[in-house]
C-alpha cells in the first residue's frame, strides 16, 4: 500500500521537509523514535499524557495530517505515520497492520501467495491482494475489503496458534521469529498445504509453487497437517496427499493418506480456475489418490519438473 496525505506538503513538494510545530516538538520525538507504521487513537492519547501534553486528541490528529505526518488507511480510529525524510508509506501489509493495532485480539493470519512468499516458496513478491486466513465468525472491516483476499477454512479462532511454522524450521531455515513475515502471523508450510488442497483456486502463483514444489513438500510435517486437515473433507486430504507425492515426498504422502477419514474415496479435481497464472488444459489422472490434475502435473511437465 502507498499512502501519501492529500493536500499535505510531501503532496505538494515531495523531498521537502516537513514542520514540527512547537506544540508537538515532544509527540514528534516519540513517535520518530519508535517509527510505528500505525498509530490509533488511544495510542497517540496515550503518548500525549507520557510527554506531559493536555492537547485535545481529535485536535491532534487533525493537525498531524494537515502537516502531512499522518494519513488515512481506511480504517476509523487508526492512521499510517509518515516517518521523517519519507514523502510515501510503502507498505504491503498497511491496512493489516493497522486492523491489528485497533483489534489486537482479531485471529488473522497472512495465508496464500503471501505465506508462501515469506516461506521461500514463490520467486517473486506477489502483488495486491494480500491474501488473509480468518475464521468464519470474524467479519473483516468495509475499508479493508479492496486491499485483500479472506480464505475460510473451518478453523475455530483457537486454532490460530497452530497455523504457523515449527519452531523447528524457523531455525532450520534461519528465519528470525519475529521478522520472518514482515513482523505479522502467517501460515506455515502445513496451513498452506490444507489451503492448497481445500481451496486451490484461492492461490494465485500456481506455475511459482510448482516450480519449488519440491522445497515445499519437504517442508511439511505430516503430523501438524493431519492435524489441521481433521475438520476438512475428504477431498483436501486427497489433494494434500497428491500434491505431496508430487513434490518427490512419497512416503509421507502415503502416511498422510492412510490417516484420512474412513468412508468411500470420491474422484475429486485440482484445478486453480480463476487463478492469475493460466490453467493447464492437459489433464492427468492419479488412481492412487483419485484426483484428476488439470493444474500441477501438466505443470511440471512444461517446467520440466515431472
Not at 3 to 18: K, Q
Not at 51 to 66: A, H, I, N, Y
Not at 113 to 142: E, F, K, T
Not at 274 to 285: P, Q, R, S, Y
Request: hydrophobic residues 45%; proline residues 9%; aromatic residues 6%.
Amino acid at each position: 500500500m502507498i499512502l501519501s496525505e492529500p493536500g499535505s506538503p510531501e503532496g505538494r513538494s515531495r523531498g521537502r521537509d516537513r514542520r514540527v510545530p512547537g506544540w508537538a516538538a515532544g509527540l514528534f520525538a516519540d513517535l520518530a523514535r519508535d517509527q510505528p507504521s500505525v498509530v490509533t487513537r488511544d495510542d497517540l492519547a496515550q503518548r500525549l499524557v507520557e510527554v506531559g501534553s493536555g492537547r485535545d486528541v481529535d485536535r491532534t490528529v487533525q493537525e498531524l495530517r494537515r502537516l502531512g505526518w499522518l494519513a488515512p488507511v481506511g480504517l476509523h480510529d487508526v492512521w499510517a505515520f509518515v516517518p521523517p525524510g519519507r514523502a510515501e508509506v510503502l507498505d504491503p501489509y498497511l491496512a493489516v497492520r493497522a486492523w491489528r493495532a485497533r483489534n489486537p485480539e482479531v485471529a488473522v493470519r497472512l495465508a496464500g501467495d503471501n505465506s508462501a512468499w515469506h516461506l521461500g516458496y514463490l520467486g517473486r513478491q506477489p502483488g495486491p491482494p494480500v491474501s488473509l486466513w480468518l475464521p468464519s465468525a470474524v467479519r473483516i472491516p468495509d475499508g479493508l475489503r479492496p486491499s485483500v483476499s479472506v480464505v475460510r477454512l473451518r478453523w475455530p479462532a483457537d486454532m490460530a496458534d497452530r497455523l504457523g511454522p515449527r519452531a523447528e524450521l524457523l531455525q532450520a531455515r534461519r528465519l528470525d521469529p519475529l521478522r520472518w513475515s514482515s513482523r505479522l502471523p502467517s501460515f506455515g508450510p502445513e496451513a498452506l498445504l490444507v489451503q492448497l488442497a481445500a481451496r486451490p483456486s484461492s492461490f494465485r502463483s500456481w506455475t511459482d509453487l510448482v516450480d519449488r514444489l519440491d522445497r515445499f513438500a519437504a517442508d511439511v510435517d505430516v503430523d501438524r497437517a493431519c492435524e489441521l486437515l481433521a475438520v476438512q473433507s475428504v477431498s483436501a486430504w486427497q489433494r494434500a496427499a497428491y500434491l505431496l507425492h508430487q513434490g518427490r515426498q512419497e512416503p509421507l504422502a502415503m502416511q498422510l493418506f492412510s490417516r484420512r477419514p474412513p468412508g468411500p474415496r470420491p474422484v475429486v479435481t485440482l484445478a486453480a480456475t480463476g487463478a492469475d497464472d493460466i490453467e493447464a488444459t492437459a489433464a492427468l489422472f492419479s488412481s492412487q489418490f483419485g484426483v484428476v490434475d488439470r493444474l500441477v502435473a501438466p505443470l511440471q511437465l512444461v517446467l520440466g519438473k515431472a
